[in-house]
């Protein structure tokens, strides 16, 4: 099946420093990448989808300067988030979505793990 | 708007016994409908889905039918097993009637299940 891996899988940061979180599709080409953020034992915020080559669309109430997502190639995006703060941490998660049949769904990577301190 | 609605957990169960997850929609056309499953400190799965009325889906020993009458996809698993504890998310896609599928995923709030030996 398609394989999507994100990178790290945990990171701890210091307030005010970036990170940045990477998604990568491994045996398709992700012409759609969405990045959600899980709160402990909430559902999934859908907060950015991205196509391959153009700027992402941020869902309502989503900071695009704060949550810089690039998705310059079919296999990889980034979610940089910048200057951080203790109430951005959180679970990350992507998605890829492909044009191929087998690949029309979206599949999630395992999620990142972002603590500010 | 589309929204999901999935009953509160969390659902503890012991080994074998018969378990149902309900899950309500509202939305507009004719969406797909998923149950995503997120084992502890990993991403989320697809277990199931369903993309037109009175499909059932399968896997894994869990079944759903999409029930358009009662705008429902309630999960069911006829023994469960204490490798099934989880977090089960109900989702939906919309796709409208012509066939348009838009990309995003409406999640409900997840159930938690706890199955004991």
């Known amino acids: 099946g398609a394989v999507v891996s994100q990178h790290p899988s945990r990171v701890i940061c210091k307030s005010g420093t970036s990170v940045k979180i990477e998604c990568r599709s491994l045996?398709?080409?992700?012409?759609?990448m969405f990045w959600y953020r899980q709160f402990p034992k909430q559902s999934l915020m859908l907060m950015a989808t991205?196509?391959?080559?153009?700027?992402?669309?941020?869902e309502q109430g989503v900071e695009k300067d704060k949550f810089l997502i690039n998705h310059a190639s079919l296999t990889l995006s980034t979610l940089t988030v910048t200057s951080a703060h203790p109430e951005d941490s959180s679970f990350y998660i992507c998605?890829?979505?492909?044009?191929?049949?087998?690949?029309?769904?979206?599949?999630f990577g395992p999620g990142t793990r972002l603590t500010v301190t | 708007g589309n929204s999901v609605t999935q009953m509160e957990g969390p659902v503890t169960l012991s080994e074998e016994a018969f378990l149902t997850i309900n899950c309500t929609y509202t939305?507009?056309?004719?969406?797909?409908l998923f149950w995503y499953v997120q084992y502890p400190g990993e991403g989320l799965q697809l277990l199931l889905k369903?993309?037109?009325?009175?499909d059932k889906g399968s896997n894994k020993g869990f079944e759903a039918t999409y029930r358009k009458e009662t705008t429902s996809f309630h999960l069911e698993k006829g023994s469960v097993q204490v490798s099934d504890s989880a977090v089960y998310f109900c989702?939906?896609?919309?796709?409208?009637?012509?066939?348009?599928?838009?990309?995003?995923?409406?999640f409900g709030q997840g159930t938690i299940l706890t199955v004991h030996p």
């Open positions: 998605s890829a979505r492909g044009l191929a049949q087998l690949t029309h769904e979206q599949y």
């Open positions: 045996d398709f080409q992700a012409t759609t």
């Open positions: 991205s196509n391959e080559g153009s700027k992402a669309t941020y």
């Open positions: 939305a507009t056309g004719y969406p797909s």
């Open positions: 369903a993309t037109k009325a009175d």
């Open positions: 989702a939906l896609r919309r796709v409208d009637a012509g066939g348009t599928s838009y990309g995003k995923l409406t």
